[in-house]
């Protein structure tokens, strides 16, 4: 069965030069550095993508591929859900990005086969911000509730409360943020890696959340619509536990995550998500080096298709 929360294609982005970005060093604590070569590293993501694709499209999920072979110098174009978002009713968003080999994600052959294949009504393109050094990372920066119609946002210099703002006027949602930060102190830099939204069930570290009163606002938001709240340890979110994607498959919804956030959950969490879910664990540990999950190399596709 569908659901307005979990899509069922995805965008995803094949990477031929994947290393580890340093322009997103600064920020994102999640970056790991190997001793391997970067060539090394770029053979081994690109049989993880490749045998991630083949586990999805088995599930009955469409998974659209476009390649990255290196020439613009992108290293973390296998996580294309911070560069656009699509919508119900045939909207999409083109995001400004934070750091400028990031800027150069943005490719046109993907929203034109968006447009060929599915119902597309408008663009609304918020990129042309980064020239004021405004920053709005997609589905990295905001986790949408779909049903519920709200944006939570961690606050950082990835996503501007103005442009968060502007973004939830035109489409509708109401934005929830808030201060984030890890069990060390640093600043959550992506709202992603610390919760996800499914359609019968949440996925948040709320220890992460610096407010308590706040913290409370969010869980209370979360049971809203009867979802199954489930509290992450800090240790689950840095084993990329909270960077999960629910997806509509071909024998009903899945849960696309690491095989490494699998391990981390207990049995009781693991029992709450399969009463609505099938577990579906891809193994990237090379591509979790660069600092995202799953979740960050899903786009998801929220459009009617064509006939």
């Known amino acids: 069965m569908n659901s307005i929360q979990a899509p069922s294609a995805v965008v995803m982005i094949r990477p031929h030069c994947f290393h580890s970005n340093p322009e997103t060093r600064g920020d994102n604590a999640f970056q790991t550095l190997r001793g391997t070569s970067p060539g090394g590293d770029a053979k081994a993501a690109l049989a993880e993508f490749d045998t991630a694709?083949?586990?999805?499209?088995?599930?009955?999920?469409?998974?659209?591929?476009?390649?990255?072979?290196?020439?613009?110098?992108?290293?973390?174009?296998?996580?294309?859900?911070?560069?656009?978002?699509t919508h119900a009713g045939g909207h999409i968003a083109i995001y400004p990005m934070f750091a400028a080999n990031r800027q150069r994600e943005r490719r046109a052959d993907v929203l034109e086969l968006l447009k060929q294949e599915y119902r597309v009504q408008d663009m609304i393109d918020y990129s042309g911000l980064e020239q004021d050094g405004l920053a709005l990372e997609g589905t990295g920066a905001m986790v949408l509730d779909h049903i519920g119609r709200i944006a939570y946002v961690v606050q950082s210099n990835r996503?501007?409360?103005?442009?968060?703002?502007?973004?939830?006027?035109?489409?509708?949602?109401e934005p929830m943020?808030?201060?984030?930060?890890?069990?060390?102190?640093?600043?959550?830099?992506?709202?992603?890696?610390?919760?996800?939204?499914?359609?019968?069930?949440?996925?948040?570290?709320?220890?992460?959340?610096?407010d308590p009163q706040r913290r409370a606002e969010v869980r209370k938001r979360l049971e809203e619509n009867g979802r199954d709240v489930i509290d992450l340890s800090y240790s689950q979110i840095s084993e990329f536990a909270g960077n999960t994607l629910e997806l509509s498959g071909t024998d009903g919804r899945v849960l696309a995550l690491s095989s490494r956030a699998l391990k981390s959950l207990t049995s009781a969490q693991v029992t709450t998500l399969e009463k609505t879910v099938q577990l579906l664990p891809l193994d990237i540990p090379t591509i979790e080096t660069a600092g995202g999950s799953v979740r960050c190399m899903l786009a998801g596709v929220h459009l009617t298709r064509r006939n």
């Open 53 to 85: 694709v083949a586990k999805l499209r088995a599930s009955g999920i469409r998974v659209h591929v476009f390649d990255d072979t290196g020439e613009r110098d992108t290293p973390d174009s296998v996580f294309p859900n911070n560069w656009f978002s």
């Open 159 to 173: 996503a501007d409360p103005v442009l968060l703002e502007r973004f939830c006027t035109h489409f509708n949602y």
């Open 177 to 210: 943020a808030f201060a984030a930060q890890d069990a060390m102190g640093r600043d959550v830099y992506h709202t992603n890696v610390l919760m996800a939204v499914g359609t019968s069930f949440a996925m948040i570290c709320l220890d992460m959340i610096c």
